[in-house]
């Protein structure tokens, strides 16, 4: 009897810990939903890194699911696996809908993870061993 006791304790606990981390996920998604434009790239200059102003106007989008899209709403090349929100890992599902016809063309690094920190309505985002990128909520 005990043993029943226990072992519902700890299931009912496991799935009460899953839908809390289920929420934090959605909950970090919601807040990049939506249409960001480019600001700043990160670069070294003289062995510093510093912020330079973007010079041309390129957005990216996040579907409510996590799925990165373009202006057109199509699948961004090279597309990450996961997201890193805040220190939040999330797996994406897998990205359905039409890819961009440029993408044929680009050899993919294998960058499965982006991270993401957001600051209101401002992003950075590391992909692997690129420049941090900077974005404003459009």
């Not at 807040?31 to 106007?57: C, F, L, P, Y």
């Not at 409510?64 to 057109?72: A, C, L, M, Q, Y």
């Not at 961004?76 to 890819?99: E, F, R, S, W, Y």
């Not at 016809?101 to 590391?126: M, R």
């Amino acid at each position: 009897m005990i043993k029943k006791l226990i072992f519902i304790a700890v299931l009912l606990a496991a799935a009460t810990g899953c839908k809390k981390d289920k929420a934090d996920h959605l909950a970090k998604i919601e807040g990049i939903v939506g249409r960001w434009k480019v600001t700043e790239i990160e670069d070294s200059q003289n062995g510093k890194m510093i912020w330079q102003k973007a010079h041309s106007a390129g957005f990216i989008s996040f579907r409510t699911d996590g799925t990165v899209v373009d202006n057109n709403e199509n699948l961004i090349c090279c597309a990450p696996d996961m997201l890193t929100i805040d220190g939040v890992t999330i797996k994406l599902p897998p990205a359905t809908g039409p890819t961009s016809p440029s993408c044929s063309s680009i050899k993919c690094a294998g960058c499965s993870n982006w991270e993401i920190e957001q600051h209101g309505d401002e992003i950075i985002i590391t992909m692997c061993n690129s420049p941090r990128i900077k974005y404003a909520r459009d």
